[in-house]
């Protein structure tokens, strides 16, 4: 029946493309440099996790950016592996030659395109700007049929020019269109409304990609924006590492997509129970973890501490958790037990530990663990444990002492 929508669960899913810069984006920003065979450690996982555009590197920025394009193409003959190169025949070629064993090469090449860009690092017109960009494109569809140009700096462009140098970039040959949020600048209504225009211009005739940095905390906000728009490629790393504050995280859009169906109808191939195991492999390489309580991947991500929350969890977890643990591949929810946790977790440690409390020994328990706690961070099972072994040791050694001594001895 016409204007009536399909059940939740019914709806076609519009497919999003997954493109992970995590080895390109990621790997050059500080303290997140790796060697070669972390990165292709670090492709394995992002292979099994399914991206389906994995970026490798930047060719021309050095050997070894070449190296692991290359290794990661051998590799992964079966991965869509993508390589950066400006728009220039330098990089262009450098970044074909890099891809040349790939059964499936994406060169991706980039030019800024906004007057802040133009004036003070280009030093170009805006008709030189666009000439550059369609000559790239032309060269690059000569080493593969699978191209994608970028429009560095795409949210502070004037939005004409961006429209024509995005027509042009089509013409010559681009397959997709990326248009960067380069510094984290715009906010989710704004961004749509960009995207949604590019979309209307170029209709099937390419992708329109997203490419968002975190500087004002929008990252994600905005790429969920933009597919509602009509992009269909989001751009994205592990824990959200890349230039300054970062880049979309990627966990964080596959999870909003998933747990979000009935507002967000979109489909990826990701293999979310991959999620954590990627994110620990990522933080073996690099210089720092996610933060505690980064979403899905933190520490704390799953952790509950406050008593109300522990008390609601334990009778079903749906009362505070959106996201099982299992389903992105987090061994278990960590109930911490600290100064806000209430009896009904602490039974249930105990319980978890191996210790069948009696209801005194369990007021003990909680008497003197609320007292340490207060004190405390929070607890580890080895201390409670210990607090345990102590109460009951007590126990039975007055229990020895309440047994009556036979006569005679
Ligand atoms: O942020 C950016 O604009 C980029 C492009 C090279 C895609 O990383
Ligand atoms: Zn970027």
Redesign the pocket.
Known sequence: MEGVEPPIGEQQLSRVYIFD?TL??GEQSPGCSMTTSEKLEMATALVDLGVDILEAGFPIASDGDFEAVDAISRQFPWVQVAA?ARSCTLDVERAAEALRHAKRPRI?T?L?TSDIHLKHKLRKSRQQVLDDAVAAVSLARNYTDDVEF?A???TRTDIEYLEAICQAVVEAGARTV?L????GFSVPSEYAELIGRIVRTLGDRAIVSV?C?DDLGLAVANSLAAIEAGARQI?CTINGI??RAG?AALEEIVMAIKTRQERLPFETKIHTQNLFPASQTLTRFISFGPQPNKAIVGENAFAHEAGIHQDGYLKNPLTYEIVSPESVGVPETRLVLGKHSGRHALHKRAEDLGYQLSRSELDELYQRFTHAADNKKGLRNDEIALLIESIIGGHSREAERAVPVPAGH
Do not use: I, K, Q
């Open positions: 810069t390109r984006d950066l991706h980039f800024a970028s560095e700096d795409a990326n960067p949020d380069t510094v490419h940095h751009e890349g230039e880049n």
